[in-house]
């Protein structure tokens, strides 16, 4: 096939230049100083004193582990409650009423879940606001340590809330190019539960499917920085929140610690990776053995009510959450026990919106711009690789997902001293570049398997017909692949919304965000105006994916064969 | 470790201060029809933590005052670390960006000032006594204005506003004839009320100014403060103040496992309930918060019979900022009896002014006395004695030996 | 194989056509196909049978390698891309566009010199009529029923003027009596266009319902 979309040579190239180069320049930018090398400060030699130093930080150590931990079982928490749901209440009524229910909980920023659950959970929070002091008898929060444990339980749960509805949806993106109607009848007529067909016959090519996205809940979860500076340990705190600490230190000279640290990040991520693939192996082999006794596993209802109750609970927190700070930003005196605040007040909300139309501007059109451009590139790429066939450029396409599993936090200051260098810090077009870093992949991740998986034949029946390449690709396959189309720009939106780190260094504080006027004014922790901007936060990925569900199925209403 | 980090910059910032002694000239404010001129039409990025609505609102003002007046844009860089700000100059720095930085004008004190002024990262040589409204400032009678942390400013860094930490308490929970006037009192409040005391986790400025606070108070020489740290007898010096620590962390909030935030939290844990005691570096904090029906009218004040620390924040301009003449247009409007009387309206911000009164002109005197402060804050002459910070050296080794004492805690 | 010797150049030519995998030969095919008969490849499923099609159409994965010529009508499609073939192929699943409606789906495939949006209507309802779905046009295709599914795809790939008609298992799918039916159909039609045909099946009553030459490709 000589032929092609001719725009789509270039796109591979493009697109590994695009993501790499920054990726590459940053992790130099990060490692070099790490090493010693800084001339500006003095560190003009190599030395591995700077890692001798950060491993003679007290608790080091225990931030480490307590990072990997955090991103194990979030991601088998969220992926375990994910698939038995899946597994068990697919095709009924209450499948479809949930996935109504989780698919917007995708666009909830992580901080702003973090704040909700934070403020539903804590002694002071509403969960004890509701039942004190008729139930509990105190008129004063407990002193109890719920937030900020040591453990970083809360952490978790903070994690692991809004982790569920992404895996959720992505599963539910590759659902359809599994024959799972069929297969799960088949597993049942020859007397397997419901949870136990799934996992047996179904789960394995869906997890196949999924399988980078959940790398990047690992790699996401390990290396997170707002959702740790919220919920997360305090002595110790996470690795990440180590860095970001010495990162700020008016003493310029941490830099090296800060950067020995993000080499270490690099280090504890890449080794929590390698742990799950150590999971996913044990995990294929329980399956395999059971399936080999042949154990049919049919009392299966406990397991179905427990992910259900964590489905539910993962909507209720975030949504309530969510509720309790949109309370609190017109909230006048709010002390406890009181459930409801002593009087109302709009102040927050009139001192901050005329202050928010700026960034809101600069989040809009960033977003916009950058799923854009991630979108046409994307969609050039696979058909590139459409028409070279599969295998040739795959390999290479697989680096699209470096920028997921690297910590952002691992290249952000080299990023930040190429950015200058380069004279275009500040500018609109390095931020929309900056965000496209982080929007391409999980656009990439969102949109490849369906469009992998769209029936092929479709395009040989248009060459047939005489339809050119360009035509089948305008004519037949895009518009096949809408609603796939539309959640990866849904996808891709949101995660240009919600970048900070990003933001805040290539925008060098002069092109501000949604997202970075959220984060400093979380400084300040006064809940009526995180309440006000996490409010904004949610709003805008929100109606991006109410456009993404909403649309197609306007568009196609009389279209069955398009249904999922 | 932290030792041959900063010999590092010491041989440094020798080598820095060479490469910067030729550069093109910057405005001067003695030359102020000049700075004026040069000044309209530049837009300042002025570089200030971003964390309360209240002092936003107010630069807000300034920069739209600014505009109107003299044809200056001010554009508000919301900062959640003002570190952050010192990062970005010395990035730029790092990248060889003499000129044009993307900073503008800096909230700038204490270590922060230290390590930007050791650095050679600010405008010199000295400009702010060269500013009209310099006139008003009260220097003779504020020594914090003209050295900041034991640090002398040398003009590189204007006076914005006064700080003094101040405790606040909920007279209905906590009567004010039982709040501690000392830290040695406050220990032993802690241990009737375990749990109800607490302090931002160090190194969050107020939760630093705690320890230094507490250094003071239980350190034998107080001269030693004045100096750097004596690595011979620091161990020694800061015993009493970890011996201090050690019997305050049981009783403190959360058993002394988890910490609040910054001062801000504090304030909502004191709503909340959760928290008795809380302090913060600003008198009317307190007043400003019951207008802003963030805390309850029942929140009065106190401080220590003898004194509490007493500091001066600053603004000042980065060596390579692009806007220096509309920079030095909006610190000069800083310190006009007009944004100084405003800023200390607790009804805007609250902050206490910089100015000598005896200085003023009547009217603008007049407008001072006008101020209703509110009825939580407390008088000038109730507020007691300052103490003076200790060199900014302390603070570091204070927080650097917090973090190893308590750091792994759990 | 004999064949028969051809005087005009009309129909379907394939010169010396051999199809490796490696050093697997799966195909070795010289043959010649009049407008209206129908060349039948037989052989059990993995036999290359459908790389045969593949190879016809112009998308052959490029890990096989091709010698050999396909001439059509006098024109050599050997060097062409799919889309400039015109090799109309049905497969075993109808494969109607989910997004377009039963008009559209025909209406997509109407060459470009059919010009004007009421001409190309007309083209559409006209083929529509002639599989007896008058009333269908505007239709989700997802609610057609096999057999009407069946007839669509097969006026789709009519209406675009193909010079030869590619089969690949067509009517595998469908019940016994549907199948009979469709299958007198699609022979017809493509006897009536003067298509040359090739048939890809493993049932026996394919290939006597084509009734043309039969060649049997064998297990590899």
Not at chain 1, 153 to 159: C, K, R, Y
Not at chain 3, 136 to 157: E, H, I, M, N, W
């Amino acid at each position: 096939m000589a032929s092609g979309v001719r725009l789509a040579r270039v796109a591979p190239p493009l697109t590994l230049a695009i993501l790499l180069g920054p990726l590459a320049f940053g992790l130099a930018g990060t490692t070099l100083p790490a090493l010693g090398y800084l001339p500006e400060l003095g560190g003009e030699s190599f030395t591995t004193a700077h890692f001798s130093a950060l491993f003679e930080v007290p608790g080091i150590l225990r931030s480490a582990l307590l990072s990997i931990l955090v991103g194990l079982a979030t991601t088998l928490m969220a992926l375990g409650a994910v698939a038995a749901f899946v597994a068990s209440d697919l095709g009924t009524a209450g499948f479809a009423r949930m996935r109504r229910m989780i698919s917007p909980l995708l666009s909830v920023p992580h901080a702003a879940a973090a704040f909700g659950l934070a403020f539903l959970i804590a002694p002071s929070g509403m969960l004890m606001r509701l039942v004190s002091p008729w139930l509990t008898g105190l008129d004063r929060p407990p002193d109890l340590l719920i937030v900020n444990d040591p453990m970083a339980l809360s952490m978790m749960a903070g994690l692991i809330v809004k982790e569920i509805p992404f895996l959720f949806l992505v599963t539910l993106a590759a659902l359809p190019q599994t024959r799972h109607v069929e297969t799960m009848r088949l597993g049942r007529s020859l007397g397997y539960g419901r949870i136990a067909s799934f996992t047996i016959l179904l789960w394995p090519p869906l997890y196949r499917q999924i399988r980078l996205a959940v790398f990047a809940v690992v790699a996401y979860a390990s290396s997170v920085v707002d959702v740790a500076l919220i919920l997360g340990p305090h002595l110790p705190p996470t690795l990440p929140v180590r860095l970001i600490d010495w990162m700020n230190d008016p003493d310029l000279e941490t830099r090296f610690l800060a950067s020995a640290g993000a080499v270490l990040q690099l280090g504890v991520t890449l080794t929590a990776l390698l742990a799950w693939v150590g999971f996913e192996r044990m995990g294929a082999l329980l399956v395999r053995s059971s399936r080999q006794a042949g154990r049919r596993w049919r009392r299966d209802m406990v397991l179905r009510v427990g992910a259900r109750s964590l489905m539910m609970a993962s909507a209720l927190i975030v949504f309530g959450g969510i509720a309790v700070l949109a309370l609190w930003s017109v909230s006048g005196l709010w002390q406890f026990p009181d459930a409801l605040p002593a009087d109302f007040s709009l102040r927050s909300w009139i001192q901050a919106l005329p202050r928010m139309s700026g960034p809101l501007a600069t989040t809009l059109a960033v977003a916009g711009l950058s799923t854009l451009i991630a979108l046409v590139l994307t969609i050039l790429c696979l058909e590139r690789e459409y028409e070279t066939g599969r295998g040739r450029g795959g390999g290479a396409l697989l680096l699209i997902y470096l920028p997921l599993i690297v910590p952002q936090i691992s290249f952000m200051f080299g990023l930040q001293v190429l950015s200058i260098w380069l004279g275009v810090d500040a500018s609109f077009s390095a931020l929309v570049l900056a965000h496209l870093v982080f929007v391409l992949p999980y656009v990439f991740l969102s949109l490849s398997d369906p469009w992998r998986a769209h029936d092929r034949r479709h395009d040989l029946i248009a060459a047939g017909l005489g339809m050119s390449r360009t035509r089948t690709l305008i004519r037949i396959r895009l518009p096949m692949l809408t609603r796939a189309i539309l959640t990866a720009a849904a996808v891709g939106f949101s995660v240009s919304v919600g970048q900070y780190l990003p933001t805040v260094l290539i925008g060098a504080g002069r092109l501000t965000t949604v997202t970075t006027e959220a984060v400093a004014l979380a400084a300040g922790g006064n809940r009526r105006v995180i309440g006000v901007y996490a409010f904004m936060q949610t709003l805008l990925p929100f109606l991006a994916f109410s456009i993404a569900t909403g649309l197609p199925g306007l568009l196609f209403r009389n279209r069955r064969g398009l249904r999922v | 470790m932290l030792k041959s980090l900063t010999v590092l910059a010491g041989a440094l910032s020798a080598t820095l201060a060479l490469s910067q002694a030729a550069k093109a000239a910057d405005p001067d404010p003695r030359n102020w029809d000049a700075v004026l001129g040069e000044a309209k039409g530049q837009t300042v990025y002025f570089n200030a933590w971003g964390g309360s609505e209240n002092i936003n609102s107010y630069i807000d003002w300034a920069g739209e005052t600014l505009k109107e007046r003299f044809g200056v844009e001010v554009v508000h860089v919301k900062l959640d670390d003002t570190a952050n700000a010192v990062a970005k100059v010395l990035a730029e720095k790092a990248a060889g960006k003499n000129e044009g930085g993307s900073v503008d004008l800096i909230w700038i004190n204490g270590e922060n000032f230290a390590s930007m002024k050791r650095q050679d990262l600010l405008m010199a040589p000295d400009w702010t006594t060269g500013l009209p409204n310099w006139a008003y400032v009260d220097h003779e009678n504020k020594p914090t204005i003209l050295t900041d942390f034991t640090i002398p400013t040398d003009g590189l860094e204007s006076p914005w506003g006064g700080a003094k930490m101040v405790f606040f308490h909920d007279s209905t929970r906590t009567p004010a004839d039982s709040v501690p006037h000392s830290s040695a009192e406050l220990l032993e409040w802690t241990q009737r009320n375990p749990g109800r005391f607490s302090y931002p986790q160090p190194p969050d400025f107020i939760g630093s100014s705690f320890l230094k606070q507490v250094l003071i108070e239980t350190i034998a020489d107080k001269s030693k403060l004045a100096l750097p740290v004596d690595d011979a007898s620091f161990s020694d010096d800061v015993a009493p103040l970890f011996a201090f620590l050690d019997k305050l962390h049981p009783n403190l909030w959360r058993g002394g496992k988890a910490y609040p935030q910054n001062y801000p939290d504090m304030k909502q844990k004191l709503a909340d309930g959760e928290l008795d005691i809380i302090f913060a570096f600003n008198p009317s904090e307190a007043s400003a918060g019951i207008a802003a029906g963030e805390l309850p009218d029942t929140v009065r004040s106190f401080t220590y019979t003898d004194g509490t620390l007493g500091n001066t924040h600053f603004v000042a301009i980065p060596y390579n900022a692009s806007a220096k003449a509309g920079a030095l247009v909006l610190a000069n409007f800083l310190i006009s009896p007009e944004a100084q009387a405003r800023k200390q309206d607790p009804a805007v911000w609250g902050d206490p002014t910089v100015l000598s009164m005896d200085k003023l002109s009547a009217d603008d005197r007049a407008a001072f006395d006008a101020l209703d402060l509110g009825i939580a804050t407390l008088k000038p002459d109730e507020l007691g004695p300052a103490l003076d910070e200790p060199h900014p050296d302390w603070m570091e080794r204070i927080e650097g030996e917090w973090l190893k004492r308590y750091g792994a805690a759990n | 194989m004999t064949v028969d010797s051809v005087t005009d150049n009309q129909g379907l030519r394939l010169e010396r056509v051999h199809i490796c995998l490696g050093d697997r030969v799966l195909v070795m095919l010289d043959a010649t196909v009049r407008r209206g008969e129908t060349l039948t490849v037989m052989g059990p499923s993995g036999s290359g049978k459908s790389t045969l099609l593949a190879y016809l159409g112009g998308f052959l994965d490029p890990a096989f390698t091709a010698s050999g010529r396909v001439i059509v009508d006098g024109v050599d499609l050997t060097a062409l891309e799919a889309e400039k073939r015109h090799a109309g192929i049905l497969f075993q699943d109808p494969l109607l566009f989910p997004h377009l409606s039963v008009a559209d789906n025909i209406a997509i495939a109407i060459p470009e010199d059919v010009k004007g949006r009421k001409q190309r209507q007309q083209v559409a309802e006209a083929a529509l009529e002639d599989a007896g779905l008058a009333e269908f046009g505007d239709r989700d295709p997802d609610t057609l029923s096999g057999g009407q599914k069946a007839r669509v795809a097969l006026q789709r790939v009519l209406v675009s003027r193909p010079r030869l008609l590619l089969l690949d298992e067509p009517f595998s799918k469908l019940d016994a009596n549907l199948r009979e039916q469709t299958r007198q159909l699609v022979f017809d039609r493509a006897r009536r266009a003067g298509l040359p045909v090739v048939l890809v099946t493993h049932d026996e009553d394919d290939a006597r319902a084509a009734g043309g030459q039969v060649h049997k490709v064998d297990t590899a």
